[in-house]
T-cell receptor, first 115, second 116 residues
């Protein structure tokens, strides 16, 4: 089974801190994604990447950046954390051409609280 | 602009009965539709998918129906079990070559509670 591992389950950070959320997948998937989940808003796409060093903005990229230096690793960076970035962050990966049949594989999520 | 909408935030069903979760979409370029299930403190897990060339796809107790003219899909769970209690998300993606290719657009989610 594909495994998507997010480095932290829970994080508490202070306003203004630079925050790194790490995600690693072990099945050579081309695509990787970062979503955030908020009550009543569902899952919203922050950034995604089709290949190493490639990145594209999703629907809510403001205040975030990403890095993909290796195929298996996709990092989400909060440049200066704010309280409105308190959320559940979900990383996902997929094959390029199978995703419509099999969907994404998600990690377990990181619950980030910014105080 | 919410392209995928789940208008019912919650649904409560008795064990053994049918659960019907609904989803509407607005983008006519969407070609693939998926359902995910999410338990608290876990990531969503893929449940079932359907492409726009079909109107029904079945996998065990789960059936997804697609009505393209109404831009509506539904997930039927029969019979419902207490372990089905979770948040269900529908998602949509467009065929290769369109602007939404390769990324899933999710609805807001519906929390299903199956009572024993």
């Amino acid at each position: 089974d594909v495994k998507v591992t997010q480095s932290s389950r829970y994080l508490v950070k202070r306003t203004g801190e630079k925050v790194f959320l790490e995600c690693v997948q072990d099945m050579d998937h081309e695509n990787m994604f970062w979503y955030r989940q908020d009550p009543g808003l569902g899952l919203r796409l922050i950034y995604f990447s089709y290949d190493v060093k490639m990145k594209e903005k999703g629907d809510i990229p403001e205040g975030y950046s990403v890095s993909r230096e290796k195929k298996e690793r996709f990092s989400l960076i909060l440049e200066s954390a704010s309280t409105n970035q308190t959320s559940m962050y979900l990383c996902a990966s997929s094959l390029l051409w199978d995703m419509w049949v099999y969907g994404y594989t998600f990690g377990s999520g990181t619950r980030l609280t910014v105080v | 602009d919410q392209q995928v909408k789940q208008n019912s935030p919650s649904l409560s069903v008795q064990e053994g009965r049918i659960s019907i979760l609904n989803c509407d979409y607005t983008n006519s370029m969407f070609d693939y539709f998926l359902w995910y299930k999410k338990y608290p403190a876990e990531g969503p897990t893929f449940l079932i998918s359907i492409s726009s060339i079909k109107d029904k796809n079945e996998d065990g107790r789960f059936t997804v129906f697609l009505n393209k003219s109404a831009k509506h899909l539904s997930l039927h769970i029969v019979p419902s079990q207490p372990g089905d209690s979770a948040v269900y998300f529908c998602a949509a993606s467009a065929k290769p070559g369109s602007s939404n290719t390769g990324k899933l657009i999710f609805g807001q989610g519906t929390t299903l509670q199956v009572k024993p």
